[in-house]
């Protein structure tokens, strides 16, 4: 198994409700192939660069997993058939760090919030 971590943007019109379901929804997926979430974070309803289906903002959220072929062809398959989901990206990485990513901590200094990260403490 390798490690991988995906962005999704979902649209501007979810609320945190509906995020959490899509969310959730990809986890069992994960978790009914044996691959593990080892990191994921809410990045915040942010402005995109260019407009999408109508959508001028999105919800980023950021998941890193460790992963199998099949699990991978699952996951994008059903993020393609997704209609919450607008863009996404994978990227194959060495490792998931379990500090904060840059973007959160960017973000959570600027408000002079506390940073909500959650980690899976059984994986590895």
Same mark, same amino acid.
């Given at each position: 198994?390798?490690?991988? %971590?995906?962005?999704?943007?979902?649209r501007?019109d979810?609320?945190? $409700?509906?995020?959490? @379901? *899509?969310? *959730?929804?990809?986890?069992k997926i994960?978790?009914?192939?044996?691959?593990?979430?080892?990191k994921?974070e809410?990045?915040?309803l942010r402005?995109?660069?260019?407009?999408?289906?109508?959508?001028?903002?999105?919800h980023?959220?950021?998941?890193?997993?460790?992963?199998?072929?099949?699990?991978?062809?699952?996951?994008?398959?059903?993020?393609?058939?997704? %209609?919450s *989901?607008?863009?996404?990206? *994978?990227?194959?990485? @060495?490792e998931?760090?379990?500090?904060?990513?840059?973007?959160?901590? %960017? @973000?959570?200094?600027d408000?002079? @919030? $506390?940073?909500?990260? $959650?980690?899976?403490?059984?994986?590895a």
């Amino acid at each position: 198994m390798a490690f991988y %971590e995906y962005i999704l943007i979902m649209r501007q019109d979810l609320s945190s $409700t509906d995020i959490d @379901k *899509v969310i *959730v929804d990809f986890i069992k997926i994960i978790e009914d192939f044996k691959g593990k979430v080892i990191k994921k974070e809410y990045w915040d309803l942010r402005s995109l660069a260019y407009e999408i289906n109508n959508n001028k903002k999105g919800h980023y959220y950021f998941i890193g997993i460790e992963a199998n072929n099949d699990l991978l062809a699952e996951l994008n398959r059903k993020i393609k058939l997704s %209609e919450s *989901v607008i863009r996404s990206a *994978v990227i194959k990485a @060495k490792e998931i760090s379990k500090e904060p990513s840059p973007i959160l901590k %960017e @973000k959570e200094e600027d408000k002079g @919030k $506390t940073i909500d990260v $959650t980690l899976n403490n059984n994986a590895a």
